[in-house]
T-cell receptor
């Protein structure tokens, strides 16, 4: 079945760029997503990319997709303390119903 | 606009006690509904999903059950809680038939079984 993997922790300095990486195993994944979870809260959809795209930019967020390597990344420009959270990568598996497989999440810590 | 409500926010229950977590969605009809569990330091595990009233599918065998008595109501239950049922439970909804399945999550319930 599909497996989605992420590194568990990333620490960056305020103002720097953050890059969170994700790999997935099933090449039939049609959409890939990034979700943000702040402490004690649910997940908030940040952005998503369709599998036939290489890049998507949305303000400070840039998503890069390397479909050949099944690698997805999320770049946050000018990282702020408010960006500190857990970021989840998810892959959509087509089938009888649309099922999202989530990674374990990357905890981003932003320090001054 | 659509909103999702999930309650309670936190719950402490003794082992062997029953459980009922409720989730309701407003502003949409016939949504797909999901229950996820997030264990500490781990990703989200899909527990149940539902595409309509009374239609429940289970992803993993477990001590929990789900029901959908109304179109926009999803309930997670257990007759007797185990210690291993502790975790952060998230309800989510998505629009049926949309291109790409964007999930929208509730604020979660932190369940501690002692």
């Amino acid at each position: 079945g599909e497996d989605v993997e992420q590194s568990l922790f990333l620490s960056v300095r305020e103002g720097d760029s953050s890059v969170i990486n994700c790999t997935y195993t099933d090449s039939s994944s049609t959409y890939l997503y990034w979700y943000k979870q702040e402490p004690g809260a649910g997940l908030q959809l940040l952005t998503y990319i369709f599998s036939n795209m290489d890049m998507k930019q949305d303000q400070r967020l840039t998503v890069l997709l390397n479909k050949k390597d099944k690698h997805l990344s999320l770049r946050i420009a000018d990282t702020q303390t408010g960006d500190s959270a857990i970021y989840f990568c998810a892959a959509l598996m087509p089938g009888g119903y649309n099922k999202l497989i989530f990674g374990a999440g990357t905890r981003l810590a932003v320090h001054p | 606009s659509q909103t999702i409500h999930q309650w309670p926010a936190t719950l402490v229950q003794p082992v062997g006690s029953p459980l009922s977590l409720e989730c309701t969605v407003e502003g949409t009809s016939n949504p797909n509904l999901y229950w996820y569990r997030q264990a500490a330091g781990r990703g989200l595990q899909l527990l149940f999903y539902s595409v309509g009233i009374g239609q429940i599918s289970s992803e993993v065998p477990q001590n929990l059950s789900a029901s959908r008595p109304q179109d926009r109501q999803f309930i997670l239950s257990s007759k007797k809680l185990l210690l291993s049922d502790s975790g952060f439970y998230l309800c989510a909804w998505s629009v049926t038939g949309s291109l790409g399945e964007k999930l929208f999550f509730g604020s979660g319930t932190q369940l501690s079984v002692l």
